[in-house]
C-alpha cells in the first residue's frame, strides 16, 4: 500500500502573509487568479472586551500536487520552504495526524 502524504498546517502561527500561495504560483507557473494553495482570513472579531481573534485558513485547490517534482527528489513543497512562520509541515498522514493531535485544535490536515 501506498503511503499519502499531505500538509500538517499550524493556525496559531500563520500570520496571513500569503508566502505560501506566491510560492505555489511561482513553483507552478500558474496564471493571474489561479491558485494551489489560497489564504482564507476569518475575523477579526472581539471575543472579550479587548481580547480579539483573527485566523487564516489554507485551501488547497485541484492544482495542488503536493509539489511532486519537488518531493520526489527529497525536497519539501514549495509552501513550507517559503513560509515565514514554518507554520506547514510536509509529511505523512498518520505521523501528523500524531503531530495534530499533540497541537490541539489550532492545526489542520490538508490533503489534495
Known amino acids: 500500500m501506498t503511503q499519502k502524504y499531505g500538509l500538517l498546517f499550524d493556525n496559531y502561527w500563520c500570520t496571513g502573509c500569503h508566502s505560501?500561495?506566491?510560492?505555489c504560483k511561482n513553483?507552478?507557473?500558474?496564471?493571474?487568479?489561479?491558485?494551489?494553495?489560497?489564504?482564507?482570513?476569518?475575523?477579526?472579531?472581539?471575543?472579550?472586551?479587548?481580547?480579539?481573534?483573527?485566523?487564516?485558513?489554507?485551501?488547497?485547490t485541484s492544482y495542488c500536487d503536493l509539489c511532486k517534482e519537488r518531493?520526489?527528489?527529497?525536497?519539501?513543497p514549495a509552501c513550507q520552504l517559503h513560509c515565514l512562520a514554518s507554520a506547514i509541515e510536509y509529511g505523512p498522514l498518520d505521523e501528523l495526524a500524531e503531530k495534530m493531535a499533540e497541537r490541539g485544535k489550532c492545526s489542520s490536515i490538508l490533503i489534495p
Open 20 to 23: 505560501c500561495e506566491i510560492s
Open 27 to 60: 513553483e507552478h507557473d500558474l496564471p493571474l487568479g489561479q491558485w494551489g494553495i489560497k489564504m482564507l482570513e476569518l475575523g477579526p472579531w472581539e471575543k472579550t472586551e479587548g481580547d480579539w481573534e483573527h485566523k487564516y485558513y489554507p485551501v488547497l
Open 71 to 76: 518531493t520526489e527528489k527529497g525536497e519539501v
